[in-house]
Nanobody, 115 residues
């Protein structure tokens, strides 16, 4: 059973940066395209960034130019570098495969952007 554990969230002021990490208990990154999703209060979960096992990345328009996804297959870890954060980036952030696998959802990590 693969488990994904997200970390790195916190409270940050607008314009600040955070780096999220997603560690997997198994070697899934070489199999799946991996993604970072987020869910804000009262909104549906959305995919914000993805990376293929060959390193090709894709971003939602709302985060393009501000967020960077990267992966380290040997460490079974995926990262999300978030710069120039805005209050509308406030959400719980999750990692999962793309398309998402229902049994891979973890607890997520809370990101709050507020002054």
């Amino acid at each position: 059973q693969v488990q994904l554990v997200e970390s790195g969230g916190g409270l940050v002021q607008p314009g600040g940066s955070l780096r999220l990490s997603c560690a997997a208990s198994g070697s899934i990154f070489s199999i799946y395209t991996m993604g970072w999703y987020r869910q804000a209060p009262g909104k549906q979960r959305e995919l914000v960034a993805s990376i293929t096992n060959s390193g090709r990345t894709n971003y939602a328009d709302s985060v393009k130019g501000r967020f960077t996804i990267s992966g380290h297959n040997a460490k079974n870890t995926v990262y999300l570098q978030m710069n120039s954060l805005k209050p509308e980036d406030t959400a719980v952030y999750y990692c999962n495969a793309v398309p998402s696998q229902s049994n891979y959802w973890g607890q997520g990590t809370q990101v709050t952007v507020s002054s």
